[in-house]
């Protein structure tokens, strides 16, 4: 059986490319994929009207939504509640994020790389905390043998080439590529990538923002039969 998923990130509601979502909506609508995996920053500054038109345009998809926590989806301004609850202004997605999938075949499992402080000036890069790390692990000791392993966080894992430095990363692709698993799906860079590290395949997503970099507004189309996995960059004219 093939699986397909849609791979999008940074939507960044806010400094949205209204556009680009038009064009992300109807590709849903026309070519139904069996689940979208949205990984991380969903907002701007994690502004309520921001999660209000993110929630709305979701669940307009149609389809099964997994998101991932990204560092522009915990309150910039509000430093109290970025300390003490972070992830409240989630409370209508709640049953989307962080949501494990299981399809024929196939099982995405969430790593969280988003923290709300660090010891470093820039909070904006990911970091993979070792709790974080053994959630995911033995998630993904649960999943049923013969079935492709993806996990799915915000920040790129490492590799050549990526600019964003994840704090904890390599351990972390040690401890996945030993626990079975094939690809990891990010975003963050606002660019697509496919590369392998460490002997896992990561598969970074562009953006359907304005605050794109080198590449027009874009998302993966991953193509699931048995063992192979095929991942082609939709990008919009």
Not at 80 to 88: A, K, L, M, Q, S
Not at 122 to 151: D, F, I, K, Q, S
Request: contains cysteine; positive net charge; hydrophobic residues 45%.
């Amino acid at each position: 059986m093939t699986v397909r998923l849609f791979h999008v990130s940074d939507l960044h509601f806010g400094t949205e490319d209204r556009g680009a979502l038009a064009w992300f909506a109807a590709a849903v609508a026309a070519e139904a994929p069996d689940a979208v995996v949205m990984t991380g920053d969903l907002t701007a500054s994690a502004r309520r009207r921001e999660f209000t038109a993110a929630c709305r345009y979701l669940v307009g998809l149609g389809a099964p939504v997994t998101v991932e926590l990204g560092n522009h989806d915990m309150p910039m301004w509000n430093l109290w509640e970025r300390f003490t609850d972070p992830y409240r202004r989630f409370t209508n997605l709640e049953r989307t994020v962080e949501r494990p999938l299981a399809l024929p075949g196939v099982a995405v499992v969430p790593l969280r790389t988003a923290t709300r402080a660090q010891l470093r000036s820039n909070w904006a890069e990911g970091v993979v905390r070792r709790h974080r790390l053994a959630e995911t692990v033995a998630a993904l000791a649960a999943v049923p043998a013969a079935t492709m392993r993806l996990v799915a966080c915000h920040h790129p894992l490492g590799g050549e080439g990526v600019r964003h430095a994840t704090r904890g990363g390599r351990r972390a692709l040690a401890a996945l590529a030993e626990a079975g698993v094939t690809a990891v799906l990010s975003g963050h860079t606002h660019e697509p990538f496919d590369i392998v590290v460490a002997g896992v395949r990561l598969i970074g997503a562009g953006t359907l923002s304005e605050r794109t970099r080198r590449s027009r507004p874009s998302f993966n189309r991953l193509t699931i039969a048995g063992a192979d996995l095929a991942v082609e960059v939709a990008t919009m004219e």
